[in-house]
Structure formats: C-alpha cells, structure tokens
C-alpha cells in the first residue's frame, strides 16, 4: 500500500515562495508519475502539475505556469513543487497524488493514491 504524507504548506504574502514536498512510502517510487493538485474553499479539486517517473517530462496547469516547478528525487522518493510569486487565487489545499504509471497525466481519475493534503494560503 502507497502512502503519500505532504509537508511545507504555510501562510506567504502575495508574492512570496513556497515550496512543498511529498514523501513516497513504497519501494517503487520511481515506476510511478506524480502530480500535485488544489481545491479552494467551495470549488472542485483541480490540476497543478504532474512530472513523469523520470523527471524528463513535465506539464504544468495554465494559471501556475512559468511560477511553479515541480520536480522528483527518486533516491529520496520525494516530489516537490516550489512555487514563486504566489497569487491570493493559490489559497487551497494542496494534496500530492501518486499514478501507477510511467507517464503524465492531469486527469484526478488517473490517480489511484493521494495525500491528506497540506494548506497554503497566500494573504493579499
């Protein structure tokens, strides 16, 4: 069984940084694409950014492009997204998800495990 634990979500002025990592419990980390993804208060969960189990390939959400950057250490079985310039608009939780696949993916079905979720909230 996967389990995926987040850390790093906090309280940033608009235009400040943060950076989130997610822990990877199995054994096989590296035979898995990863994503992240956010839900707002009253609004559905939606796609951030997903990185393939190599690093090579990545694809990022229009709203968070050129901001943020999600990358993988394989050895440490973590997946990060460092975001910059934060927006009041990314106040959400954020929950990485883990898909039994090589490649990409935004789709939240295409995720068979996900995290409890960290929040970030960005004051304006």
């Known amino acids: 069984q996967v389990q995926l634990v987040e850390s790093g979500g906090g309280l940033v002025q608009a235009g400040g940084s943060l950076s989130l990592s997610c822990v990877h419990s199995?054994?096989?980390?590296?035979?898995?694409?990863m994503g992240w993804f956010r839900q707002a208060p009253g609004k559905e969960r939606e796609f951030v950014a997903t990185?393939?189990?190599?690093?090579?390939?990545?694809y990022y959400a229009d709203s968070v492009k050129g901001r943020f950057t999600i990358s993988r250490d394989n050895a440490k079985n973590t997946v990060y997204l460092q975001m910059n310039s934060l927006k009041p608009e990314d106040t959400a939780v954020y929950y990485c998800?883990?898909?039994?696949?090589?490649?990409?993916?935004?789709?939240?079905?295409?995720?068979?495990?996900w995290g409890q979720g960290t929040q970030v909230t960005v004051s304006s």
């Open positions: 998800a883990a898909r039994y696949s090589s490649g990409i993916s935004d789709s939240l079905t295409q995720y068979g495990y």
């Open positions: 990185i393939n189990w190599s690093g090579s390939s990545t």
């Open positions: 199995g054994r096989t980390f590296s035979t898995y694409a």
